[in-house]
């Protein structure tokens, strides 16, 4: 998963840490979120919709979470990722600190955003090929 949403938790700290990062601020993430939601009430969205609710995580396969730095996201993916380890799952999680939401689209051209690309792509070769 890259930069996932999980739990709809805008309390978390990278919430208030990105409320004016480039390309996705926390107003986007709002108006995102209201436009997937409709008329679900997200104080306490259900599992479906937000997987890192949900009661039990056990019995998942392998995961790899990345997540950016200058991403209002940004802990929820790493959350979700210890959430993960604690039910047992098999996790890697990956803070491309310097980067934002969406730098894949950037992979190629920003080296940084390339690297952690092909860090991601490893991981998906490991998980289909072994």
Request: charge should be negative; avoid cysteine.
């Given at each position: 998963m890259w930069y996932p949403s999980t739990q709809w938790?805008?309390?978390?700290?990278?919430?208030?840490?990105?409320?004016?990062?480039?390309?996705l601020d926390a107003r986007a993430v709002a108006a995102f979120s209201r436009w997937y939601a409709g008329e679900?009430?997200?104080s306490n969205p259900p599992p479906g919709m937000a997987p890192?609710?949900?009661?039990?995580?056990?019995?998942?396969?392998?995961?790899?979470?990345?997540?950016?730095?200058?991403d209002p996201l940004r802990d929820d993916g790493i959350r979700y990722g210890e959430l993960l380890?604690?039910?047992g799952?098999?996790?890697?999680?990956?803070?491309a600190e310097a980067l934002v939401h969406g730098y894949l689209g950037?992979?190629?051209?920003?080296?940084?955003?390339?690297?952690?690309?092909?860090?991601?792509?490893?991981?998906?070769?490991?998980?289909?090929?072994?």
């Open positions: 938790d805008p309390t978390l700290p990278s919430f208030t840490e990105n409320a004016t990062a480039p390309i679900v009430d997200m890192g609710r949900a009661p039990n995580l056990g019995g998942l396969p392998p995961a790899y979470i990345a997540v950016a730095g200058h380890a604690a039910a799952v098999p996790v890697e999680v990956h803070n950037y992979a190629g051209v920003v080296p940084a955003a390339t690297a952690a690309a092909e860090r991601g792509l490893a991981a998906l070769r490991a998980a289909l090929h072994g």
